[in-house]
């Protein structure tokens, strides 16, 4: 490669990578512009528990606070010194204290009067109907990571000497591996003492008593105050600072540093994003710089480069906007509740101030019932003009401004009825406000779509613009009725089940539909739409949930997570399609090699890189190891010996075969003819014969070269070894990746039940839970197999056997290294999974090229045992062993410590988002 070519290829990766980070930035603005529309739009919830609160009809009420919660902060307002004020006189405590196993102890306790109306209603069991709510209305909300405590039954013990009642209530919950989150109700000592864990980083304006390393000791006299405090195991590595006051910047710009960590985290997520995509990325780059022009003659690359555009934008998209959700979070609480209700006040309602469902869901639902089918289309046009669309007619702008007020119509008529139910006049100026608004909101995701457009445009990718500007016409009614999702009443439970059932059916069909159009290149018929309609419909249903006449919109973000581990499987499919397209013919010319040694490099990197599953994250080191290792796998100069070997003629590759075996057969005799010589000289006896004969065998156990017609040499041992059985790719592959299985299928089966013991039981979506894990796992040892035969000409090496000890290097060092650079603790504790794969993995690669090689002595009409005359004693012996050791090895593991350590699981998952809280029964002041 020249160095030309090598910097237009980077200057091309770099103009992807800007555009890539340019719709990212209008995706912030994007979701910017629905997040200032949800804070502001008027209030639909219960603001408080007072009297006449409660609003709406059968069709819409509010009702978000429960009754019984109601009723406890009623009876806390009899122990507040001064009506109004928002602390009490009683004194809250709360004790964590960390057990074996990671379990931490929570204790939570009051000192009230025992006449109070808290104590008699305790006494009664009236705290037992609904504990949580018990512990939130009384010591505040506790936050542990994504875990709720498990709390028992309140109790009550009385001081007569002190005339004092003290309530208490204990938990058990796992120790967070993210943060823990205090908001407190009033007057509150908090100690906590951890044992195996450590404080890594506190962020409170609460007093701070006494800090270390495993205690904490904090206490604050006001109400709605929050205690952060992030805790990671003690032989953890020390993670980057999260907390806007607790690194350099954060103390002399607290609000600029918090800025910038979120966007950092933004960008972070797009990182991941991009190297679990690593592999597609790099085949998308692959296309568009000419290295696969040579294989454009079939469908199937152009039709695998259309699907593994569409996959990897839209996993980029789901896995990047429930972090941008965090930054407009970040910047609504900049503002506060009091601008928002101020710019109520303006348009002529009281705002709500906050956001009732994540704005990723709005985005997500807008995406998948208008976006999403349209991509669907879009797969099947095999235009390569790009032009066509990035671009709008006028009539289209012209429809998509009349529907972007019609659209502006309904919802600001929706907008007049929740004000009415408000018990609020309704005037004209609040109709034209809230069309108004709804129809700038439009306008500004339009305004977006177009940046989009021109990016898209720029960079050369096929993104619909129409698509983009019809979803941004129907965003602000989706964003009403996002309003509404929460609420009480029939319309609400209608936005419910619609959102979970039609949204996730439709999300479902079009993965199947890609699916299909992967693997067959056409459309599904008439039936096989209504099976996928049928299937899709039963996916989509969350059936693993506590309470299953519940669900709502909040279930797309679990749903979406799933699909975009099934995106993965889809691209292996499309993969496979294309490899049988374009691997029917035999495959001799030098340019065509050229073509599918590049196919070969980004094929192997994807493979290596984890690229089975898209949720699976490898490091940096991981991934450009990968690269290095496949690009060493294969050579450039192996194209010319490659197309000399598959040139042979029937007859010449059966004696380059003869040739070789007679050579290797020299070979092995002549240690025995050598002890002859020798022992003949030294009784004095001539040796003349033998040593001539000795001469003659030397000179047959070279390895001779052979001139190709391009004026190059090959060995012998190439030219018999280095096609395998054919010059036909597809055949190949087949053989080996039937071999592969069969090989790889022990670990395969000790590998699912391995996962069968790890599996969580609480996944909402088990069917594609399953999907999702066992998939990658049965397809892993195959995968290889079919690669390795579909590009066996060009793997490095003269036999078989040489190429599948290059392809294990492939796949053991991403492997070591990924555990060797990461700082999580579990990785470092899994070197015995690592050294248990690499036994797997050499088991694997030598049975693999045995077989190979093999194979070319069974179709010359040669036993396997002629495997002595091409490979060393020393290699076949090495082979038993491996298998020896690697069943002994795999017994001794499962019977020490189960069926987890075949999980094939040696690259991380993708960090879910933290979830940002929507309800205002979740924030600390009631809101």
């Not at 001064?82 to 939570?108: D, M, N, P, Q, Y």
């Not at 205090?182 to 800090?211: F, K």
């Not at 720029?458 to 929460?486: D, E, N």
């Amino acid at each position: 490669m020249t160095g030309a070519v090598l910097r237009e290829r980077t200057a091309l990766a770099l103009r992807q990578a800007v555009g890539l980070l340019c719709l990212v930035v209008l995706g912030c603005a994007a979701s910017m512009a629905v997040g200032a529309f949800m804070f502001v739009m008027p209030s639909v919830f219960q603001s408080g528990c007072g009297e006449g609160t409660r609003f709406g009809n059968v069709l819409l009420h509010g009702s978000d606070f429960a009754a019984d919660r109601c009723e406890w902060e009623h009876v806390l307002k009899e122990l507040a010194p001064a009506k109004g004020a928002k602390s009490a006189h009683f004194r809250r405590s709360v004790e964590l204290r960390e057990g074996i196993a990671g379990t931490l102890h929570i204790r939570l306790s009051a000192d009230v009067p025992p006449a109070s109306a808290l104590a008699q209603r305790v006494r009664r069991g009236q705290a037992a109907v609904d504990v949580s709510s018990f512990v939130r209305t009384v010591w505040g909300v506790l936050v542990l990571g994504r875990t709720e405590p498990v709390w028992q039954l309140p109790d009550l013990t009385a001081d007569q000497l002190l005339n004092q009642a003290t309530v208490t209530v204990s938990g058990t919950a796992q120790v967070p591996s993210g943060d823990l989150v205090l908001y407190s109700r009033g007057p509150t000592s908090l100690r906590m003492t951890l044992r195996n864990s450590e404080l890594r980083a506190v962020d409170t304006v609460w007093h701070l008593a006494a800090q270390g390393t495993h205690t904490l000791s904090a206490d604050t006299g006001k109400w709605g105050e929050m205690l952060k405090v992030a805790m990671a195991p003690a032989d953890a590595a020390a993670p980057r600072r999260d907390f806007p006051g607790d690194g350099p910047m954060g103390s002399w710009l607290p609000a600029t540093g918090q800025y910038v960590a979120q966007a950092g985290r933004v960008l972070a997520a797009t990182g991941r994003a991009l190297l679990a995509a690593a592999g597609w990325c790099a085949l998308l780059l692959a296309y568009r710089n000419g290295a696969l022009a040579p294989l454009v003659r079939s469908d199937g690359i152009p039709q695998l480069i259309r699907i593994a555009g569409a996959v990897v934008m839209v996993h980029v998209i789901l896995s990047v906007v429930p972090w941008i959700d965090l930054l407009v979070a970040g910047a609504a609480d900049s503002l506060g509740h009091d601008f928002f209700a101020s710019v109520g006040l303006w348009l002529g309602w009281n705002a709500a101030g906050y956001a009732a469902l994540p704005i990723s869901l709005v985005l997500l639902v807008a995406g998948i019932l208008i976006v999403l089918p349209r991509t669907v289309r879009a797969l099947a046009d095999s235009r390569p003009a790009l032009a066509s669309c990035t671009t709008v007619r006028t009539g289209t702008a012209v429809r998509w401004l009349l529907l972007s007020c019609l659209l502006a119509v309904v919802g600001a008529a929706v907008l007049c009825w929740l004000i009415a139910l408000q018990r609020v006049p309704v005037s004209w100026t609040d109709a034209a406000s809230a069309f108004g608004f709804l129809l700038v909101l439009a306008l500004a995701l339009g305004t977006v779509s177009w940046g989009c457009g021109a990016v898209a445009h720029k960079a050369g990718w096929r993104i619909q613009l129409s698509s983009l500007l019809w979803a941004s016409a129907w965003v602000p009614l989706i964003t009403v009725a996002a309003a509404i999702h929460s609420t009480g009443g029939v319309l609400p439970v209608a936005l419910r089940w619609a959102g979970s059932l039609v949204v996730g059916t439709a999300a479902v069909l079009a993965t199947g539909c890609v699916a299909w159009r992967a693997t067959t290149h056409s459309r599904p018929s008439r039936t096989g739409v209504f099976v996928l309609l049928a299937v899709a419909v039963a996916l989509a249903v969350s059936w693993n949930r506590d309470e299953p006449l519940s669900p709502g919109w909040w279930d797309l973000q679990g749903l979406a997570r799933q699909l975009d581990g099934v995106l993965g499987l889809v691209l292996v499919a499309a993969t496979v399609r294309a490899l049988y397209d374009c691997g029917q013919s035999p495959l001799t010319v030098p340019r065509e090699l050229r073509g599918h040694r590049a196919l070969g490099i980004v094929l192997m990197f994807t493979l290596a890189a984890g690229g089975l599953s898209l949720l699976a994250v490898p490091s940096w080191v991981t991934a450009c190891s990968a690269a290095l290792m496949a690009w060493f796998l294969f050579p450039y100069e192996q194209i010319k010996r490659a197309a000399a070997v598959l040139r042979q003629a029937p007859g010449e590759h059966t004696d380059a075969v003869n040739r070789s075996a007679q050579s290797g057969a020299a070979r092995r005799a002549l240690s025995s003819l050598r002890k002859a010589a020798h022992e003949k000289i030294a009784d004095g006896r001539p040796g003349t014969v033998v040593q001539r004969r000795l001469r003659a065998v030397e000179r047959s156990s070279y390895d001779e070269r052979r001139r190709d017609q391009a004026g190059g040499t090959v060995s012998v041992r190439q030219l018999a070894f280095g096609a395998y059985t054919g010059a036909v790719p597809w055949q190949r592959a087949l053989r080996t990746a039937q071999a592969a299985a069969v090989i790889g299928a022990p670990w395969t089966v000790l590998s699912l039940a391995g996962a069968v013991v790890a599996a969580h039981s609480e996944s909402k979506y088990p069917v594609l839970d399953i999907v999702g894990t066992a998939a990658p796992i049965l397809l892993f040892w195959a995968g290889y197999g079919l690669l390795y035969g579909y590009f066996f000409p060009l793997l490095r090496g003269q036999t078989g056997l040489a190429k599948a000890l290059w392809t294990y290097g492939l796949m053991l060092v991403p492997a070591v290294l990924q555990v060797a650079v990461s700082r999580d603790p579990a990785h470092w504790a899994s070197w015995t999974h690592t050294l248990l794969y690499a036994l797997q993995a050499f088991t694997f690669a030598m049975t693999l090229g045995l077989c190979a090689d093999g194979a070319v002595l069974a179709k010359n009409r040669m036993r396997p045992a002629r495997l002595t005359d091409i490979h060393n004693l020393g290699f076949i012996a090495a082979w038993w062993s491996s298998v020896a050791i690697a069943l002994v090895t795999g017994v001794a593991t499962a019977i020490v410590a189960g069926l987890q350590p075949f999980l094939i699981d040696l690259l991380p998952k993708t960090p879910e988002a933290p979830a940002v809280s929507t309800t205002p029964s979740e924030a600390p002041d009631g809101r």
